[in-house]
C-alpha cells in the first residue's frame, strides 16, 4: 500500500520517529505544554487523523489499534527524552504534573524539514491542534473514552475470528 508520498508505506514505530511526531505536535502548539497521557494520545491522533474528519490517514490503517496504542507511551516516552537531549522538547514541573513543551530549536528544525512524509506529518500536527484546541480534558477524555470502545470491540471481534475460547 502507497502512503501519503506515494512510496511503499513503511510503518515508524521506533522512538526516533515517535519523537518527531512529538516534537511536531508541540511545536505546533507552542506555547502550550501536554502531558505523558495527551503526547500519547496526540501521537496515536497525529497518524489517523481521518478518525477525526481530518486529512487523509499518515500510516495506512492496521487491523487492531488497541495494542499499538497501550504500548505507545514508553516508546512515545522514549522518543521525548531523545528529542530533549536535542533541546527540541523541554520538560517542566507543574502543580499538575510533568508536562512537555516545545524547546527552543523545535521551530528552526520543524521549518528545515523538507521529506514529503516529514513535510506531512507537519502539516497533520498543525492540524490535529487547531482541531482540538477547543476540547476541554473532559472532551478530549470521552473522545479518547470512544475511541477505546472501538477497539475493545475490534480487538474482540479479532479473537474470535482466531478461533479465541471464551
Not at 505546533?28 to 496526540?42: G, L, N, S, W, Y
Not at 528545515?112 to 516529514?118: H, I, K, N, R, T
Not at 475493545?152 to 471464551?166: N, R, Y
Request: glycine share 6%; charged share 20%; hydrophobic share 45%.
Amino acid at each position: 500500500m502507497d502512503d501519503v508520498t506515494g512510496a511503499r508505506s513503511l510503518t515508524f514505530n521506533g522512538p526516533l520517529e515517535a519523537g518527531l511526531r512529538a516534537v511536531a505536535i508541540v511545536g505546533a502548539a507552542f506555547p502550550k505544554a501536554f502531558d505523558i497521557q495527551r503526547m500519547t494520545a496526540f501521537d496515536y491522533l497525529l497518524v489517523h487523523t481521518s478518525q477525526l474528519g481530518g486529512p487523509v490517514d499518515l500510516h495506512p490503517d492496521s487491523p487492531i489499534r488497541a495494542p499499538a496504542t497501550q504500548v505507545r507511551r514508553r516508546v512515545v516516552q522514549d522518543g521525548i527524552h531523545l528529542m530533549m537531549t536535542r533541546d527540541l522538547i523541554v520538560r517542566e514541573a507543574t502543580d499538575d504534573g510533568i508536562v512537555y513543551r516545545a524547546g527552543e530549536a523545535a521551530a528552526m528544525f520543524l521549518d528545515s524539514l523538507q521529506a514529503p512524509y516529514l513535510r506531512a506529518m507537519c502539516d497533520r500536527a498543525e492540524w490535529l491542534v487547531h482541531h482540538l484546541a477547543h476540547y476541554t480534558d473532559q472532551e478530549f477524555d470521552a473522545l479518547m473514552r470512544r475511541f477505546f470502545d472501538q477497539w475493545l470491540v475490534e480487538f474482540q471481534l479479532s479473537e474470535q475470528s482466531l478461533g479465541a475460547v471464551s
